[in-house]
């Protein structure tokens, strides 16, 4: 028995070694880790446990008979996130270029089950080479069946990918089936078809980086939410991603001790926010100002940006956060802004979150692009997901609200559980000046001098049906707050509405716009 467990341990050294040095020097002169080393980083120390690290394929033909490591290029196992259970995989490019064949997609299957069964966040770390092509459709099988693990564990347990080498056809979709998708510049590329295929099909020449690089989908795609210079640092951004979600969907997310004040006011915002709705400032600073610690973990942050989505939290409860971004295209919605944040709209519906929504808008984007675009449909999918969603819902007008783009920001109209406005705010159909303009079209054009009378009208107009406390009058608004007071308003809803329950009808599934 003592030579066996000795061989044990030697072989577990070995396996854990994995393909040798050289496989790991070659990982590092790229400038990336190790599955193993970005385990560590990813978990609490000595916490990680590996499932199948035996495990070896059984393909046989074009060599494969004769090269057998063992976790056949992917380790998987569980460990814990700041004291909680988590399952994660991490593809081991050293071996086989982290391709996905038969034997690696069972183990990834597995510790998906696992994950869905324990109730708690599934973690990838990609860095593959796709399918094994000497496998064939026993490789993409394998794909098939991590696809539809994602589709039955959307918003039952978090998902969270990590983009940290090359992804490319197939292993790119379980990605995009995920929660969130992080990625590393300069190493990490997705894409459907590269560059090649690319350029036979259409001509074009492209290099990896620029069809599919973090960058690209950072900023231009949408296709991640995250983008960070290394690996450390994504990681780390990852654990605390995870302290803000809960394990599953039938938990609420961790809440934690609370040092920063409930009444302290929030003095400075009158200064930072223009009563002049035409001048910008950044919402960053507003949320900041208003959430514990001023913490923000803000999500597509260099895609769409006049609007901004990300998780923080408010009496140390998880609060997530949809703000116009007054800096950016004066805060209007547009074909990409209402998909982003319809997306992160449906993630904190799932998972418990409640919504706080700070409203600026002046309205939709115009223009053919927009209409050609399917800005209707897009628009409709963040009405669809407010509609939707049963968690505590706030809403607070800062400055103005306009036209359709005030109800798809979460108005009371569409189901918001409470709404505040700002002592400045304007809530109408359009702005005074346009709205003047169709309105007293006829008085304007007969006038001796329309620009003195488009000017009376525009004044009489704002103060018949723009004033502060028109809505407020109405019951659309719950009150009007002082700005000072923003942060304990908020807190004070979000206790009263912690126990909040809401049924939607009975039905198969919705079917949202698409």
Not at 15 to 33: D, I, N, Y
Not at 272 to 280: E, I, K, M
Not at 472 to 487: F, K, N, Q, S, Y
Request: aromatic fraction near 6%.
């Amino acid at each position: 028995m003592r030579d066996s467990v000795a061989l044990l341990h030697a072989t577990r050294r070995d396996v854990e070694r994995g393909p040798g040095s050289r496989g790991t020097q070659q990982q590092h002169a790229r400038g990336k880790l190790t599955a193993r080393e970005r385990l560590d980083l990813l978990f609490d120390a000595g916490s990680f446990h590996e499932v199948e690290r035996f495990r070896r394929h059984r393909a046989t033909g074009f060599g494969l008979e004769h090269r057998r490591p063992h976790t056949d290029g992917v380790v998987t196992g569980w460990g814990t996130v700041h004291g909680r259970t988590v399952f994660a995989y991490a593809h081991d490019f050293r071996i086989f270029g982290g391709s996905l064949g038969e034997a690696h997609a069972t183990k990834i299957h597995k510790i998906m089950d696992m994950a869905v069964s324990a109730g708690a966040p599934l973690v990838s770390l990609n860095d593959g080479a796709g399918a094994r092509i000497q496998e064939g459709v026993l490789a993409l099988a394998g794909y098939g069946g991590i696809f539809r693990r994602n589709t039955r564990a959307s918003g039952v347990i978090p998902q969270i990918a990590v983009m940290l080498g090359p992804c490319a056809g197939g292993a790119a979709y379980s990605p995009a089936l995920n929660d969130f998708v992080f990625m590393v510049r300069g190493t990490a590329q997705m894409f459907i078809t590269g560059p090649d295929v690319v350029h036979s099909v259409t001509g074009e020449e492209i290099t990896h980086e620029g069809l599919g690089g973090a960058d690209v989908h950072g900023r231009v795609s949408g296709v991640a939410g995250f983008v960070h210079d290394d690996e450390a640092e994504c990681l780390d951004e990852v654990r605390h991603l995870l302290s803000l979600l809960p394990s599953n969907n039938r938990e609420l997310p961790p809440a934690y001790p609370c040092d920063d004040p409930v009444e302290r006011t929030n003095d400075g915002l009158v200064d930072l926010v223009p009563a002049d709705g035409s001048r910008p400032y950044d919402m960053r600073a507003v949320i900041r100002e208003v959430v514990d610690e001023g913490e923000w973990l803000e999500t597509h942050e260099g895609w769409a940006t006049s609007v901004l989505c990300g998780l923080t939290r408010l009496d140390g409860q998880t609060v997530g956060i949809v703000a116009s971004q007054p800096t950016s295209l004066a805060g209007v919605l547009d074909i990409h802004a209402a998909e982003k944040a319809a997306r992160f709209v449906s993630v904190c519906d799932a998972f418990s979150i409640p919504l706080v929504t700070l409203v600026d808008v002046p309205g939709f984007l115009p223009g053919v692009d927009q209409e050609h675009g399917g800005i209707i449909r897009h628009g409709a999918k963040l009405l669809y997901a407010y509609c939707n969603a049963t968690v505590p819902r706030i809403s607070v007008v800062l400055r103005k609200a306009y036209g359709g783009a005030y109800i798809v920001m979460d108005s009371q109209s569409i189901g918001a559980d409470a709404t505040y406005a700002w002592p400045a705010n304007e809530i109408a159909v359009m702005g005074a000046e346009g709205a003047a303009n169709v309105v007293f079209r006829r008085e304007i054009a007969a006038a001796e001098d329309p620009e003195e009378t488009r000017a009376r009208l525009v004044k009489e107009y704002r103060a018949e049906l723009m004033h502060p406390y028109y809505a407020a009058e109405r019951g659309l608004v719950d009150d009007v707050i002082d700005p000072a007071e923003t942060r304990s308003t908020l807190v004070e809803a979000l206790r009263a509405l912690r126990a909040k329950h809401a049924d939607l009808p009975s039905r198969k599934h919705g079917n949202p716009p698409t």
